[in-house]
């Protein structure tokens, strides 16, 4: 079937950048994005494209083309599914807070209401995509509540993971490693795997297009994310080592990089690794391996959870231990509180959890983030639970200028890696600090020498 309408579930993160690249991409093709949230659908459609709920390089660009021509941003769920051939399911699948699996299981209460929502309205024929990172076998329970219907509509589901990293969202969509497809090995299930192929190969070439059974799929994505994020906790791993032993994890990351077995990427030893997915799916993945008595399997993954937890709490303690075991009444500057460079996206961030344990300490942290606003900082402190609301709004500061953030402070630490921190006038900087002037460089994004000749006190991680 040649698809000509495509109706999207969820405008966040994936939903938005990934439709409005197949619009870019497919200018014949109808794609509507829907969601609950009126905010988000409004903020997707501001003639303003600087306030697009979602910030990545060149995104603008993409919505600014597409939108309006073949790409819209709506509230009426219903109406798009009724008229999409093909619906992708984009929601988030957050870790469950409760009840059984709670801090382990994805939480799938939003895929099971929008694949009641979809058996509720489809009155013909429908292909079901599962854009969502979902756990192995999903595609069986979404099937269930499909196929009892009660009319007479067919339904195909395929699972296609979206692989896209914030930051670098649209380079990747433009031009993925692959594009993964799985789906039912029937023949029916087969067509529909060739109807999203013919959507890809409108930009993708055929042979990044990999089509599998549909639990390959599934797991792929699973396996995927821990593999990338079971790099970032072995260097980190390696960056306390390091730090003992003399050895330089850069150097070490290079030189075992050019093994073209190992390959050099993600090996950046940080603060910790953040981001609404990797912690998730690792979780994830933990709780399927325990749900089939893989206990072997389950706590060999789960350790990379326990390293990355012990490189975040381990990068505030030397915070508080080098400023002579007490940063009460202390103002510490934070450049940074996003996850990572290039997005506004702060889920799980690892500034959330260095704050945290600063201001249980009681320091005052003066964050400067170049993409998130105060709101959002507070609401990611505030979600902990680690005192009231008040408490929080006593003890952080969100600055709208760095060279403010860190006036009078004692110590700069650095939670992102943003360019523009490079080339701030570092000199100005020391003489507007106390003395001595420490920098706590959690993503060894600074130069060393530079900062030392200037008369800071520089720790990086991993040497
Ligand atoms: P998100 O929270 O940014 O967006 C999800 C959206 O779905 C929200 O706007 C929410 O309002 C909406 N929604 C929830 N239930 C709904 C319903 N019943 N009807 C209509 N709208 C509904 O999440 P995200 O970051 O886009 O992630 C979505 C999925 O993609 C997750 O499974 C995630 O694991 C996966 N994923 C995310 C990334 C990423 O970089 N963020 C990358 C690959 C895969
Ligand atoms: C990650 C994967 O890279 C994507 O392929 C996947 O689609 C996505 O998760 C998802 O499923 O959500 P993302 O979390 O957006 O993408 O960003 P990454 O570039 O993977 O970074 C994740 C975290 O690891 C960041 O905090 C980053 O700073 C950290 N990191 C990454 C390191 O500390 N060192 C590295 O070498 C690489």
Redesign the pocket.
């Known amino acids: 079937m040649m698809i000509k309408n495509i109706c999207c579930i969820g405008a966040g993160?994936?939903g938005g950048p990934t439709m409005a690249v197949i619009a870019q991409k497919c200018p014949h093709i109808k794609v509507t994005v829907v969601d609950l949230n009126q905010d988000r659908i409004n903020a997707w459609n501001d003639s303003d494209l600087s306030k697009l709920p979602v910030y990545e390089p060149g995104l603008d660009k993409v919505v600014e083309e597409a939108r309006g021509r073949n790409l819209f941003f709506s509230t009426d769920v219903d109406q798009a599914i009724d008229e999409a051939e093909m619906i992708f399911i984009s929601v988030n699948t957050p870790t469950k807070t409760y009840g059984v699996g709670k801090g382990m299981a994805a939480d799938l209460k939003y895929i099971e209401l929008c694949a009641r929502q979809i058996a509720r309205v489809a009155k013909n024929d429908k292909i079901v995509v599962e854009k969502s990172?979902l756990p192995v076998r999903t595609a069986q329970a979404i099937k269930d509540i499909l196929d009892h219907t009660g009319n007479s509509v067919n339904f195909q589901i395929l699972s296609n993971?979206?692989?896209?990293?914030?930051?670098?969202?649209i380079e990747?969509l433009f031009s993925p490693d692959r594009v993964l497809i799985g789906g039912d090995t029937s023949s029916e299930g087969q067509k529909a795997i060739e109807s999203l192929v013919a959507v890809y190969a409108n930009w993708v070439s055929r042979d990044k297009i990999l089509t599998t059974n549909v639990w390959s799929s599934e797991l792929s994505?699973l396996t995927?994310?821990a593999f990338?994020?079971q790099?970032?906790s072995s260097?980190?791993a390696m960056s306390e080592l390091c730090e003992k032993t003399g050895a330089d994890v850069s150097e070490v990351?290079k030189a075992i990089g050019m093994d073209s077995r190992i390959g050099s990427?993600?090996?950046?030893?940080?603060?910790?690794?953040?981001?609404?997915?990797?912690q998730?799916?690792i979780l994830n993945l933990v709780y399927i391996a325990k749900s089939y008595g893989l206990n072997e399997v389950a706590d060999y993954w789960e350790q990379v959870i326990i390293m990355n937890d012990h490189q975040k709490r381990r990068f505030s303690k030397n915070i508080i231990s080098t400023l002579y075991n007490t940063v009460s009444g202390k103002k510490i500057a934070f450049l940074g509180w996003a996850?990572?460079?290039d997005?506004n996206?702060t889920r799980?961030?690892?500034a959330i959890y260095v704050a945290d344990d600063l201001i249980s300490e009681q320091a005052l942290v003066a964050v400067y983030d170049p993409q998130v606003q105060e709101t959002q900082i507070l609401s990611d402190l505030n979600y902990l639970e680690s005192r009231t609301e008040m408490e929080n709004k006593k003890y952080i500061h969100v600055a709208s200028n760095p060279y403010v953030a860190v006036e009078n402070s004692h110590a700069i630490a650095i939670l992102?890696?943003w360019d523009e921190f490079k080339d701030y006038d570092w000199q100005k900087i020391y003489d507007s600090m106390l003395k001595p002037a420490f920098i706590f460089d959690g993503?060894n994004l600074l130069n060393k020498e530079q900062l030392e000749n200037i008369g800071f006190v520089y720790q990086s991680i991993g040497s």
């Open positions: 993160y994936v990172t993971p979206e692989f896209l990293a914030e930051g670098t969202a990747d994505k995927a994310n990338l994020a790099r970032v260097i980190n990351a990427k993600f090996l950046k030893a940080s603060v910790g690794f953040g981001g609404s997915c990797f998730k799916d996850f990572k460079k997005t996206d799980e961030s690892a992102t890696e993503r």
